[in-house]
């Protein structure tokens, strides 16, 4: 299990994060710079927060109050880094066994390298040059180099940035399935909220510096809780609201009253609704809508769309629908279902 | 013919190679990590004898090592005389050389991609064994340049030594002292094999950098 509780200040920007992982992969989602990566090598110790405590399995790797601060060498944390880091003057083997090197006995050695290279198939590739490898090999190589040490907390920083898009989501399939097997916590950033969808069992939500919220994955998606979260999570329309009463919000920009299915409390900021949700037959929550553009994508349609009664001044917005449902002509009404409501609260709240 | 000055100056330059080597390095890698202002400050010092005239150099030199200034009296006392000796002259090589060394090295450890050395900590690898075996090996084309060059100024190097080291023959004469010698004696044809022999092994020098620099670039380009 690994406690988190540490704050960093670097020129204007504040890293606060509080989060507590246990077995299983733990995603950090959020957009360029907003302090995962940064949390990743204070869990590493490779950067140095200016107060708090991170514990892993009860063993304290950093506490500023009792001055205890590991180096990373006796942390026992993986780290699989963005460009994998295989150091270019080593072959396949060596890379993968120079965290064993004051290690004497030769055939343990020899036991653990087959070990990984089976794992994570790199048989037959030991004696390569690493800038030989494919991107894929190269991060197979990575892992292998990492999981030989056995560390007992895995941090994956943007595993799959560095990859093609077929093959990244080939990739995904065959590391989550190895994970699974390694039984150990890991914790992975990532800026792709597909990416972290298809890994990890729980997920936080990270902008500038702090985790907005963090629960399961699913449940992350479901309910973003705030207006940062709903966009790390790729919602597209976002609307200042106001309570009307539990169940009904009123939506002044875009001059309609929406119908909730969760209570919504007091302190509401915002609603959003995620661009698939909305539905030419859904009945509740229907109102008059105006086309006002058009995007085409290979299997979709991005409709542009105002309410009849909207500000002209505000933004447009957008419909997703795949084509093959699409209607034929633009709907003159829309409907969203109440629990396609997404309440947006305040980031203090947290 | 009297080949001391070639041994005197190989000796010498070889000397004086191997302490910039491991000075350059060193206060190149730990330069890089200082704050700022310290840094621009240090770069300046370190950096001084490339760009002053090798006779101030040497005037400096007998200003701290003269045998009647204190740290050269002290130093007498235990022995060590860098006035008027070939020792004198492994100093003032190495201080003319030093900065060549420690601009090329600190270049290419400013190249260096960190996060190797990040990798190599969470693998549990000492900052030993991460200096040695990552990023030197990592830098090797500029700490390869920078010792050759070093190498080929403090073989060459004259102005700093006639200062301090002076003419001595069989004592502390080298290549570029004996043609000055020689030339100003009247004895060009002397001066001339001199100068041949100079040529010959500044071609040699240049001719392994280049070598080397393509086995590099083969191995570069094999990375990308």
Redesign the interface.
Known sequence: MLEVKIEKKVGSFHLRVDIQTKEGITGILGPSGCGKSMTL?CI???ETPDTGRIVLDGVTLFDSEKKINL?????R???L?Q?Y?L???MNVEKNIL??L??LKDKAEKQKRLLEVAELLQLQGLEKQ?V??LSGGQQQRVALA??LV?QPKLLLLDEPFSALDAHLSSKLQIEVKALLREYARPVLMVTHNRNEGYHMCEQMALMGEGKILTHKGTKEVFASPETITGALITGCKNIAAAKKCSDYEVEVPEWGIRLETKEAVREDLQAIGIRAHYFGPKVKSNRYSVQQTGMMEEPFEWIIQFKYVDQNPQSKDLWWRIPKDRFPGEMPEELGISPVNVLCLYSEAEK | MDWFPLGNSLRIALLSSVIVFFLGIFAAYYIAKLPKIIKGVLDVILTLPLVLPPTVVGYFLLLLLGVNRPLGQLLKEQGIQFVMTWQGGVITASVVAFPLMYRTARGAFESFDETLSYSGQTLGLSNTYIFWRIRMPYCRQGIIAGSVLAFARALGEYGATSMLVGYTPGKTATISTTVYQLWRTGDNAGATKWVLLNLAISAVVLLIVNIMEKGQNDWRRAKC
Not at chain 1, 71 to 75: D, F, G, L, M, N
């Open positions: 090598r590493a110790g490779i180096p990373p060498q006796k942390r944390v993986g780290y880094f460009n880091a150091f270019p003057n120079c965290g090197h004051h040059k800038n030989q180099r990492i040490n």
